[in-house]
């Protein structure tokens, strides 16, 4: 097959983009990896792209980018076929079981992070901070809830809960009862000041809600919420493993 010097360039160009990417990335090791396949390219050797292709795109949700389609309809299968490889591991920064997927936990924390941020500043003047709202909102939709339960509910150790339950309780916000079947539990309970409260983080919260899913279809908000629990749920177990003493293997 006769090949474009130009096309080779252009392709070389757009790998060694990613190289850089890569290489002030947290796997330095990903840059090695695609400028070989590159320089095995460039000389004139052909190996089976299409397998490395099938094998990457298992693991990636990335769709191939126009320009990439626009190589393929050219003829240039390995080329495009390196490229779009090139453009998978450009996006993963994650090595998982020998297998590169999109580091989708970066921005879950993120977000998480940025809406944490901007409650405690809201919060603030009704002394709601430090993610003490999410406790109050627990307890005000299970009334009666012990703190062991609020706390897997959360996904946080017993410490933390315990913490914020003292600040939540000495604000007047929440009080606890003696559980009548069980004299080492205690029961909480959202106080009239806590249940005047609920309403005002509710309505914070979908308005987050409603930002963040500005400009998606009702199927992508459906699509998205059912992968996030599936998230939830893959994490969840891990999490109830490790804190039984299992220790992960990665």
């Avoid at 909102?137 to 809830?145: A, K, L, M, Q, V």
Wanted: overall charge positive; glycine content about 4%.
């Amino acid at each position: 097959m006769a090949i474009d010097c130009s096309q080779i360039i252009a392709v070389h160009n757009t790998t060694h983009n990613a190289c850089s990417f890569l290489s002030v990335g947290a796997l330095p090791q990903l840059a090695l990896l695609v400028e070989f396949l590159v320089e095995i390219l460039s000389v004139g050797a052909y190996p089976n792209f299409l397998c490395l292709w099938n094998f990457l795109s298992k693991f990636s949700l990335l769709s191939p980018p126009p320009q990439l389609l626009l190589l393929e309809e050219t003829g240039l299968v390995d080329f495009f076929v390196l490229y779009y490889c090139c453009y998978i591991l450009a996006n993963a920064t994650i090595l998982l079981g020998g297998c590169y997927v999109e580091d989708i936990l970066r921005d879950i924390g993120v977000i998480a992070r940025a809406l944490d941020s901007i409650s405690n500043i809201e919060f603030k003047e009704i002394d709601l901070t430090k993610g003490q709202f999410i406790y109050l909102t627990r307890i005000c939709e299970n009334p009666g809830i012990i703190q062991e339960k609020l706390a897997e509910m959360l996904k946080i150790d017993r410490t933390t809960a315990s913490r914020a339950i003292k600040n939540l309780e000495k604000n007047h916000m929440i009080v606890k009862k003696n559980d009548a079947t069980n004299k080492k539990n205690k029961l909480l309970f959202p106080t009239e000041k806590g249940k005047s409260l609920y309403p005002f983080i509710i309505r914070e919260n979908n308005h987050s809600n409603a930002v963040a899913l500005q400009g998606f279809s009702q199927k992508e908000i459906t699509d998205l919420s059912l992968a996030l629990k599936r998230v939830k749920q893959n994490i969840s177990e891990d999490w109830s493993k490790v804190k039984k003493g299992y220790k992960r293997k990665y």
